[in-house]
């Protein structure tokens, strides 16, 4: 393996809703969850069921073909999200690849890309230009298109009419959990309706439930012209979606295209999930055990912690000092969770976290600090 990622040190050998194990049987509370792909918890019974129905049929048939799946997924889509087109993809990135690239299809004459400061969009050229963080952008600038990232204060006062996107996560992961405020993502949304810029919402770790609603979107004020989902769709499995707004138009036939993108098999586990969503208990959970572990996280007397900030099952606790430390302890006490940026320590439940969950991973987390700041 390359060096890319270091090390936790854990293997894990087995798994099921919100915990998993170690080869020496050691059970750990996954808020962690794969970076958030794990959204549905591990080897979920109805996930399980669509992926073991759907290994017998053909796993992949490629993409000018049709596939019921394919079909009744799209319909359900857009049952909550009328009248969009989707393309179907393997990733999150592979979702913003897209949506980058039909942005610049549908405008074709503007020059501009927006993004904001703390983005992270991705790690892929197209995606890495749209993506913030210096020390991951530093050694491929000279390859990167052209992106300015600005505060998101900045942001409906930067679009114009040579403005052909504005990228936005409705609540920023990766970039230290930050959730845009309702006014300001109704601010940006006015501006791009004004010029004519594309509103792209990057929903690849806050959507699909996570924070609450269906689209997160919802939550940070934004009507996105295009809107990209991935991580959880599917409960882990790879697949990422790109929808936009019909009327808006079409790639031109070959501008764009995956050979894995839509395949049958993690279709049908995406679509069990789906359905899951649809039943309503995962969404109001999120926003239930979401508010309820933020309170325990507030509640949390320590020195170390400057902010509790999060919806639903996304949240942070930022620190001043550095979350590394504090992550590494609180897995020696069984409770996982990743960081976001330097100085947050990030949790990512997956739906069947409970109360109990909640209250051991605050405990772990207020023990881990005492024994930092010790
Ligand atoms: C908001 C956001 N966009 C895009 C990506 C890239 O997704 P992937 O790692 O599936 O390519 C991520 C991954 O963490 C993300 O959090």
């Known amino acids: 393996m390359s060096g890319l990622y270091g090390s936790r040190g854990l293997t894990i050998v087995s798994g099921s809703g919100a915990f998993v194990r170690d080869g020496a049987g050691k059970e750990y509370l996954d808020f962690y969850c794969g970076s958030g792909a794990a959204l549905f918890g591990h080897a979920h019974p109805r996930l399980r069921e669509a992926l073991a129905n759907a290994s017998g049929r053909p796993w992949t048939i490629g993409p000018g073909m ?22 179907y993809c393997n990733s999150g990135t592979e979702s913003i690849e897209a949506a980058l690239k039909l942005a610049v299809a549908l405008r074709p004459e503007r020059r501009k890309i927006l993004a904001l400061r703390r983005a992270f969009h991705g790690r892929t050229l197209g995606a890495l230009a749209l993506t913030f963080n210096p020390q991951y952008r530093r050694s491929w600038t000279h390859l990167l298109a052209p992106v300015l990232h600005v505060r998101p204060e900045e942001l409906p006062g930067a679009v114009d009419g040579d403005t052909a996107a504005v990228f936005v996560e409705p609540i920023q992961g990766e970039g230290g959990v930050h959730p845009l ?64 707004k019909k009327e808006l138009g079409d790639f031109a036939p070959g501008g764009h295209g995956s050979t894995y993108g839509g395949n049958p098999l993690v279709l049908a586990v995406a679509e069990a999930a789906l359905g899951l969503l649809e039943e309503g208990t995962p969404i109001a959970g999120a926003r239930s055990g979401g508010e309820y572990f933020r309170k325990l996280l507030k509640g949390i007397d320590s020195p170390l912690i400057a902010e509790v900030r999060g919806m639903g099952l996304l949240n942070g606790v930022e620190l001043t000092v550095k979350a590394a430390p504090v992550i590494r302890r609180m897995q020696r006490n069984g409770v996982l969770a990743l960081p976001a940026g330097p100085s947050v320590v990030r949790f990512l439940p997956p739906f069947p976290a409970v109360r109990e969950d909640f209250d051991r991973a605050a405990a772990v987390l207020a023990d881990a600090l005492k024994a930092e700041a010790a």
Do not use: Y
């Open 181 to 244: 405020s309702a006014s300001l993502g109704a601010a940006i949304g006015a501006a791009c309706a004004r010029t004519g810029a594309l509103l792209v919402c990057d929903e690849v770790q806050c959507g699909w439930g996570r924070c609450g609603a269906f689209s997160a979107s919802s939550l940070a004020g934004l009507e996105p012209d295009i809107l990209c989902f991935a991580k959880g769709v599917a409960g882990g499995l790879p697949v990422g979606l790109t929808l936009w």
């Open 66 to 87: 049709g596939a019921e799946v394919r079909d009744r997924l799209k319909a359900r889509l857009n049952r909550l999200l009328p009248g969009r087109s989707l393309f």
